[in-house]
């Protein structure tokens, strides 16, 4: 019997209507355009504003859509991992809610925390629960309702982002398609850099920490700018090396979508030109687990069977890693 590998067989996303644009935050805070385009590469990002909807709303439409391309019902997904850092509450799971919300009624599901890494690690979880061999058909979904932790009085991170969500489905291949390695990384010197303070078992809510703002990102912008493009780069090299491939074997980069600048250092390390990095930053910002999944979503039509493609992201904690799969359809 040959192999069992987890092939991505669909794909879905789901973006909100509202859009926040650089023009916007010049009347919120002390921006303008120029400075945020040339230092991230942004332009505008969307934001889920109505009252009352949290992340699971943005991940469930993300399911739906994928299970209408791949013509599928709900009832026949056995697993939903959800990437996430704002979840609708700390428990029930995000996962559990979204599964409500489709009708996934035969499948469990959890939450995974890595930051803008939890996508990867949500793929990488998935694949090994197709590879077993015990389960047909895993959702993984990055969803983050980002504006829900945003302090739209800080300049320095009020500018990176947006809300989004977007899905794929792991399904058991024997041809050699779908998830072929991973290289998964996490470094706890990140957590003075990059975080949100309050709300934990560290330091629970409390009126004091409302007031001071600790419900927020925190982000000390040129250290995780620092850490990030040595990450993202090297992790992304050290995984093509060790498939004996280089730049010319890759047809796409679909790197985490941070910073342009974070980008196109990545895609330089790996000898890759411009034409063959996916980049959605411009529309929608940084959507912490839902980049990378938005870009395939937004490519899907672009992929080619058989198309190499490196998956690649750098995350608060510090977490990182890259991907290597081989598009299957």
């Not at 209507?17 to 332009?43: F, P, Q, Y």
């Not at 058909?137 to 990055?142: R, W």
């Amino acid at each position: 019997m040959n192999k069992i590998t987890a092939a991505i067989t669909a794909v879905g996303g789901y973006v909100p209507e509202t859009k926040l644009t650089n023009a916007d935050l010049e009347k919120m805070v002390e921006t303008n355009d120029e400075w945020i385009r040339t230092r991230t590469g942004i332009s505008e990002r969307r934001i889920l504003n109505e009252p009352g909807k949290a992340t699971s709303d943005l991940g469930a439409p993300a399911i739906q859509n994928l299970l209408k391309k791949r013509g599928i019902e709900a009832s026949e997904i056995d697993c939903i991992i959800c990437a996430t850092v704002t979840p609708d509450m700390f428990f029930p799971a995000t996962a559990n809610l979204i599964a409500h919300k489709v009708g996934a009624t035969n499948a469990f599901g959890f939450d995974l925390s890595a930051a803008c890494s939890g996508f990867l690690y949500a793929v990488t979880t998935g694949a090994s629960f197709i590879e077993s061999g015990r389960y047909n058909k895993v959702i993984v979904v990055g969803a983050d309702k980002m504006s829900s932790i945003v302090d739209y009085t800080d300049r320095n991170t009020c500018v990176l982002f947006g809300d989004a969500a977007a899905a794929i489905l792991l399904e058991p291949d024997t041809d050699g398609y779908g998830i072929q390695d991973s290289i998964l990384k996490c470094d706890g010197i990140g957590a003075d850099y990059l975080y949100m303070r309050a709300g934990g078992s560290l330091k629970p809510s409390s009126v004091e920490t409302v007031l001071a703002k600790e419900h927020y990102i925190f982000q000390e912008g040129k250290t995780v700018f620092k850490f990030a493009v040595k990450g993202m780069a090297d992790v992304s090299a050290e995984l093509l090396e060790r498939n004996n491939l280089t730049g010319e074997d890759i047809a796409w980069l679909v790197p985490h979508q941070a910073n342009l600048r974070i980008i196109d250092a990545t895609a330089d390390r790996m000898g890759l030109t411009k034409e063959k990095v996916m980049i959605n930053i411009q529309k929608y910002g940084n959507t912490t687990a839902a980049t990378i999944p938005l870009c395939l979503w937004e490519w899907e039509n672009q992929l080619k069977k058989g198309d190499k493609i490196v998956l690649a992201a750098f995350g608060g904690g510090f977490t990182w890693g890259a991907t290597l799969v081989k598009w299957a359809y």
